[in-house]
């Protein structure tokens, strides 16, 4: 079985400031992970995506995730966040099929 | 390439109708996913096609839901009789490569039960 958590449903930040958004995996053989992020009334854009390469790996807008097997975790980071960062996140664990996590609502203070 | 194409954006209809929603995949992409999203219980795996072949059908909520794929290009989600509670977010994602690479969602069909 596989599964994700994230481990904050909400998380805010100043504009400018480096945000953290915290995900943890349960799978059974070597995932494949995965953030997506969603604006509001919108779809669902792949982030970025870990599949047994680095474990550092970069995605689009100045994201970035490391994959910890020893913690189980694929947190995704950012340095400074921006206003059109605000949005909901995804964790995702994959093989044949994609688990989302609840996703993480990122807020974004000026 | 167009992306994964869904239709109708969105859909309003009477408690007690059937209801049906289209989503045309990537070509080329060999896997295709439906997902639902609620507040309530946030995306949902309702069932996803390999080669046309439903592959697992385990998140399907009831019997008034079923899902086909007539072939590689077309796939049908359809809820027959609709109910207020299916009011959420509809979308259609497929994939090359199963699960692996990531999929591509389509832009979802927000439906509304009355």
């Known amino acids: 079985a596989q599964s994700v958590t994230q481990l904050d449903s909400h998380v805010s930040v100043s504009e400018g400031t480096p945000v953290l958004l915290r995900c943890n995996y349960s799978?059974?053989?070597?995932?494949?992970l995965f953030w997506y992020v969603q604006h509001p009334n919108k779809g669902l854009q792949l982030l970025l995506k870990?599949?047994?390469?680095?474990?550092l790996v970069k995605g689009i807008n100045g994201f970035e995730a490391e994959f910890k097997k020893s913690e189980t975790s694929f947190h995704l980071t950012k340095p400074s966040a921006h206003m059109s960062d605000a949005a909901e996140y995804f964790c995702?664990?994959?093989?044949?099929?994609?688990?989302f996590g609840a996703g993480t609502r990122l807020t974004v203070k000026p | 390439d167009a992306g994964v194409i869904q239709s109708p954006r969105h859909e309003v209809t009477e408690m007690g109708q059937e209801v049906t929603l289209r989503c045309k995949p990537i070509?080329?992409?060999?896997?295709l996913f439906w997902y639902r999203q609620t507040m309530m219980r946030g995306l949902e795996l309702l069932i996803y096609?390999?080669?046309?072949?439903?592959?697992?059908d385990s998140g399907m909520p009831e019997d008034r839901f079923s899902a086909k794929m007539p072939n590689a290009s077309f796939s049908t989600l359809k809820i027959q009789p609709s109910e207020p509670r299916d009011s959420a977010v509809y979308f259609c994602?497929?994939?090359?490569?199963?699960?692996?690479?990531?999929?591509?969602f389509g832009s979802g069909t927000r439906l509304t039960v009355v």
């Open positions: 994602a497929s994939s090359g490569t199963g699960g692996g690479y990531g999929y591509t």
């Open positions: 799978s059974s053989y070597s995932p494949s």
């Open positions: 870990y599949t047994s390469a680095a474990t």
């Open positions: 995702v664990v994959s093989r044949n099929d994609m688990r």
């Open positions: 070509s080329g992409h060999d896997y």
């Open positions: 096609f390999n080669n046309n072949v439903p592959i697992d």
